[in-house]
């Protein structure tokens, strides 16, 4: 586990030196099933990068910035997949 805490509660991240992403479990915001229950977050490189390869793909997403704690800041983007899975891009740590 790499991160837990009480800034995201129902969130766990889990990774490596090459990998990481986050589960959270959230309250049904569709009415897909798949979308009920988890959300894939994945730390990306380059954010610019990911937002302009969404875009490219027709991808609709929200940007956001999030600064939870002191020395902490990120900017993510928020999406569902095709297929009805929601997606949380997040940058490194700015």
């Known amino acids: 586990m790499t991160y837990e805490g009480p800034e995201y509660p129902n969130f766990i991240a889990i990774g490596n030196d090459t990998l990481e992403f986050g589960l959270e479990h959230r309250e049904r915001f569709r009415a897909e099933p798949s979308a009920e229950v988890l959300t894939w977050q994945l730390v990306v490189s380059d954010i ?3 937002a ?3 875009t490219e793909a027709g991808l609709v ?3 956001r910035t999030h600064e939870p704690g002191e020395g902490w800041r990120c ?3 928020e999406l569902v997949s ?3 899975y ?3 891009l997040e940058g490194l740590s700015e």
Do not use: I, Q, S, W
Request: with cysteine; proline share 6%; net charge neutral.
């Open 48 to 50: 610019d990068e990911a």
């Open 52 to 54: 302009r390869a969404c």
């Open 61 to 63: 997403f929200e940007a």
């Open 75 to 77: 900017r993510t983007l």
């Open 82 to 84: 095709p297929n009805g």
């Open 86 to 88: 929601r997606v949380a």
